[in-house]
């Protein structure tokens, strides 16, 4: 990285910096330019523009077209776990939780969390002393699985 370089910031109207992730600057064993990789539905793309033909700023250029044709393109990101993580339920986003309640009780549950539009997280809670184990677990894996649906994302 050069000193003083800001890589992928830009200068917005109030003055406070903006970053564009899908840019970096990227110096590496002889390759000097810019990359624009994204990641949607669990794939990777990824393009390098050298600064060798034409310069550092002609590359930049290259750089931004090619990111703001891919994002017309792209689908718009969310952020669905799509690999095997382990937890107690076996399901991704899908998780028993145990909380204290204001008496000082505690109480299990079952949570369901997905993404939605905005870019925040949807949440349903299902109580284990009021639905049972196993009915509350299989609430909270279809509650996940209908709220994926509705993005029109597989479960």
């Known amino acids: 990285m050069i000193a003083g370089h800001r890589g992928n910031q830009d200068k917005s109207r109030g003055g406070e910096m903006k970053v564009k992730p899908a840019i970096r600057r990227y110096e590496h064993n002889h390759f000097q330019g810019w990359v624009v990789s994204f990641k949607r539905r669990g794939r990777r793309c990824t393009k390098y ?15 931004r077209q090619f990111c703001a044709q891919m994002l017309a393109e792209l689908p718009k990101a969310t952020k669905v776990k799509r690999t095997y993580v382990l937890n107690t339920t076996g399901v991704i986003g899908v998780s028993r939780v145990r909380d204290r309640t204001r008496t000082g009780r505690f109480v ?23 639905f049972g184990e196993q009915e509350a677990r299989k609430r909270a894996v279809q509650a996940r699985h209908d709220g994926l649906a509705q993005l029109g994302l597989e479960a």
């Open 49 to 63: 523009f050298s600064d060798k033909p034409d310069g550092r700023l002609v590359a930049r250029q290259c750089a």
């Open 108 to 130: 299990w549950r079952y949570v369901a969390q997905w993404p939605i539009l905005d870019g925040m997280r949807a949440r349903a809670s299902f109580s284990i002393g009021r």
